[in-house]
């Protein structure tokens, strides 16, 4: 079955740089899209970043365009969010997903904490 494993989240002061990984398992992971979403307490859960199959396509939202960067290792089967220049406004649990035949899946997540 489709195992979705989040690490590397924890407490980062404003200016601080995390990376985030999703260990995938149970299914054929370079054929999939895989993507970063992160969901704020009382907020709707939000797309964060998106790369394809292959990581030859790349999508941010634009507030955290130019400081996360996602990539992927399909040898390894994980996908990764590195982010940079962190302020409060990116605290938040961190899931990552991957869609097929319509079904959703998602990790435990991973929190992540910005604050002074």
């Known amino acids: 079955q489709v195992q979705l494993v989040e690490s590397g989240g924890g407490l980062v002061q404003p200016g601080g740089s995390l990376r985030l990984s999703c260990a995938a398992s149970?299914?054929?992971?370079?054929?999939?899209?895989m993507k970063w979403y992160r969901q704020a307490p009382g907020k709707e859960r939000e797309l964060v970043a998106t790369?394809?199959?292959?990581?030859?396509?790349?999508t941010y939202r634009g507030s955290v365009r130019g400081r996360f960067t996602i990539s992927r290792a399909n040898a390894k089967n994980t996908v990764y969010l590195e982010m940079n220049s962190l302020t409060p406004e990116d605290t938040a649990v961190y899931y990552c997903?991957?869609?097929?035949?319509?079904?959703?899946?998602w990790g435990q997540g991973t929190q992540v904490t910005v604050s002074s």
């Open positions: 997903n991957t869609v097929q035949g319509g079904t959703n899946y």
């Open positions: 149970g299914f054929t992971f370079s054929s999939y899209t």
């Open positions: 790369i394809s199959a292959a990581g030859s396509s790349i």
